[in-house]
């Protein structure tokens, strides 16, 4: 009976939509490239709700701003207050919940699709934890500056991110060492937080908490161009690797049967999803569940088992100034941080991630 396939293994296939609807695009260099006609359909509607947000959050505040009026003033056709407004005061905000949002979900698709686990995100794993001991030891120990405390945001993402990486390897690093290992050294990491935080003044602590909380308020210009680099120069080492790391995804050693180099690839995406994931903590601080929701739901619209980065990234900008628009309306006159809203969510989400699965008998 080898090489048949069950009811139910028809199920899961199309249910899964793996390869139904797609199609090879060749280009007049005689490469072909594959195009999933729903995924691009679910990454155009994505990225037109983040755009809507993007004008609906810039018009709104104190001095409202009517969408057309926005629309005019960002192609160069708005009054004199409104450039200032927009281009000042509002813009830098949008575009790093923009960059940051589809950085976290990217990253979550990388670390998710090498763990082969729904719950392998980097906010889980330990270094979203990593990038907060940074910048807590910047604030509580130096009283550094606000990018002093990015600097210490990123260079903390990234220790965590090759300690974690050392600490799983065994002859390679496998999916679940990698979660069980990132969820240890995160439970680590927390604690020395908390440390960190009653050994500080009353002053450094609140900007400490407010830093944890994950917030895009008072966002500029200085935040934007660092995590807009770091985004430009990873996108395309990422998309590079998009095919190796779907094969990464039936195992090691079916990668290395189809010539994937596994531990090379595994590395250059494991690095670019830390660094990802840094950098977006650095501009934002860190802003819970986007990394470990986004993807999830990008697969669940896609129906692709695959990783889904575009649709993915997509997902996570969306989700994140979806949740600022409602951090800023929704409780009335008083605005709470992105982050807690990110977190209710996400929480949310978690539980129903661990009862459906637990009924699926994967965990």
């Not at 539980?351 to 637990?358: D, F, I, K, N």
């Amino acid at each position: 009976m080898t090489g048949g396939s069950t009811p139910a293994d028809s199920g899961r296939a199309r249910s899964s939509g793996t390869t139904r609807g797609v199609r090879a695009v060749r280009t007049g260099g005689g490469l072909s490239v594959r195009v999933d006609p729903r995924a691009a359909l679910v990454f155009v509607l994505l990225t037109g709700v983040a755009l809507a947000a993007s004008v609906v959050l810039i018009g709104s505040g104190d001095f409202v701003i009517a969408p057309g009026d926005v629309v005019a003033t960002l192609l160069g056709n708005g009054t004199t207050a409104h450039e200032f407004i927009v281009h000042e005061l509002r813009l830098p905000r949008i575009l790093v919940g923009l960059v940051v949002g589809a950085s976290l979900a990217m990253s979550g698709a990388i670390f998710q699709s090498l763990s082969r686990n729904p719950l392998g995100s980097p906010d889980v794993i330990g270094f979203g934890q990593g990038s907060a001991v940074g910048a807590l030891c910047t604030i509580v120990l130096f009283q550094g500056s606000s990018l002093a405390v990015a600097g210490g945001a990123l260079v903390g993402g990234l220790v965590t991110g090759v300690a974690v990486y050392l600490l799983a390897w065994k002859r390679g690093v496998q999916g679940y060492r990698l979660v069980l290992v990132g969820i240890g050294v995160a439970a680590v990491l927390t604690a020395v937080n908390h440390y960190l935080l009653t050994k500080a003044g009353l002053a450094d602590a609140a900007r400490a908490v407010l830093w944890m909380t994950g917030s895009l308020e008072g966002r500029d210009w200085t935040h934007v161009w660092p995590l807009l680099a770091v985004f430009v120069v990873l996108v395309p080492v990422v998309a590079a690797h998009a095919r190796p790391l779907r094969v990464l995804e039936m195992g090691d050693d079916a990668a290395y049967a189809l010539g994937v180099p596994v531990e090379r690839t595994r590395l250059v995406l494991m690095s670019s999803g830390v660094l990802l994931m840094a950098a977006a903590t650095a501009a934002a601080g860190p802003i819970a569940f986007v990394a470990l929701s986004a993807p999830q739901l990008a697969r669940r619209l896609t129906r692709s088992s695959g990783p889904g980065l575009g649709v993915a990234a997509a997902m996570g900008a969306a989700l994140l100034l979806v949740a600022d628009w409602a951090a800023a309306t929704v409780f009335g006159d008083r605005q709470l941080p992105v982050g807690v809203v990110t977190a209710v969510l996400g929480g949310c989400y978690l539980l129903w991630l661990l009862v459906t699965e637990r009924r699926a008998g994967r965990i």
